[in-house]
């Protein structure tokens, strides 16, 4: 496989995309916290976006899997700060930011600040600061963190290993979405999984209520990481599809 690596001011991004690079519209798909834009989740709604006429990728944030650079890198300033020079790299068209998890609220973050984003879609996201790390996962000052290997449809025997520095956690602390999404009038759709034990359903419902029409809410019946689970995966290329065809261009 070619690695695709995109230079934009700040950083080197690997990115996974699809479609005509000359589209007028650009979708980016936002990888969970230490996920990998390879997971088929990501792949699939970038598949489907491109499908739908939009230039669309993934990309694995600063620091992370294939995008070079150290880990310290990967934090929600940074993240933000890729979102909106991807966004500048590839011509500051009209773009649609989805992301699950973390990725979900950095998309609620991007949205509303970016004048060149039109829709945004958090798919199980939690609208403040990253979840505390339990203690005993903490060595040297850093979060020992296991993911699947791509495409991560299946639990994998082997795990990518991540020392996620504290100052993730810090970083991500001053970052808050409810602010910007009360008047935010951009159509948005969020997603929560019903059997979610990671980002409480109820929370997903605070953001949706506190935010500015026009908005959509759709259930899942999952757990957080849908990625296992293929008529899920479907199921949300398919709300997507509903959602765009409802709020087009």
Same mark, same amino acid.
């Given at each position: 496989m070619i690695?695709?690596?995109?230079?934009?001011?700040? /950083?080197?991004?690997?990115?996974?995309?699809? %479609?005509? @690079?000359?589209? !007028?519209?650009?979708?980016?798909v936002l990888p969970g916290r230490l996920d990998t834009k390879d997971y088929v989740h990501n792949t699939s709604l970038v598949d489907y976006l491109a499908s739908r006429g939009y230039f669309a990728l993934s990309f694995d944030p600063p620091g992370t899997w294939e995008s070079p650079g150290e880990?310290?890198?990967?934090?929600?300033?940074n993240y933000l700060k890729a979102v909106d020079e991807i966004i500048e790299h590839?011509?500051?068209?009209?773009?649609?930011?989805?992301?699950?998890?973390?990725?979900?609220?950095?998309?609620?973050?991007?949205?509303?600040?970016?004048?060149?984003?039109?829709? /945004?879609?958090?798919?199980?996201?939690?609208? %403040?600061? @990253?979840?505390? !790390?339990?203690?005993?996962?903490?060595?040297?000052?850093?979060?020992?963190?296991?993911?699947?290997?791509?495409?991560?449809?299946?639990?994998?025997?082997?795990?990518?290993?991540?020392?996620?520095?504290?100052?993730y956690f810090e970083d991500g602390k001053q970052y808050n979405a409810l602010p910007g999404l009360k008047n935010c009038t951009k159509p948005k759709l969020f997603f929560y999984g019903v059997e979610d034990d990671m980002n409480d359903p109820e929370d997903v419902k605070k953001a949706y209520d506190e935010s500015a029409e026009p908005k959509m809410i759709h259930p899942l019946n999952s757990d957080h990481d849908y990625r296992y689970r293929p008529t899920i995966v479907e199921e949300v290329n398919k709300m997507v599809g509903l959602f765009l065809d409802k709020y087009t261009l």
């Open positions: 690695m695709n690596i995109i230079k934009t001011k700040s /950083f080197e991004l690997a990115i996974y995309a699809k %479609g005509e @690079p000359g589209s !007028p519209k650009l979708a980016l880990i310290e890198l990967y934090t929600t300033t590839f011509g500051n068209k009209p773009t649609l930011l989805a992301g699950h998890s973390r990725g979900g609220t950095i998309a609620m973050l991007a949205g509303p600040k970016n004048s060149h984003v039109t829709h /945004f879609i958090p798919i199980f996201s939690y609208y %403040g600061a @990253p979840s505390d !790390p339990e203690e005993e996962r903490i060595i040297d000052g850093k979060v020992m963190s296991y993911r699947d290997l791509p495409p991560g449809d299946t639990k994998t025997k082997e795990q990518k290993e991540f020392g996620l520095p504290l100052n």
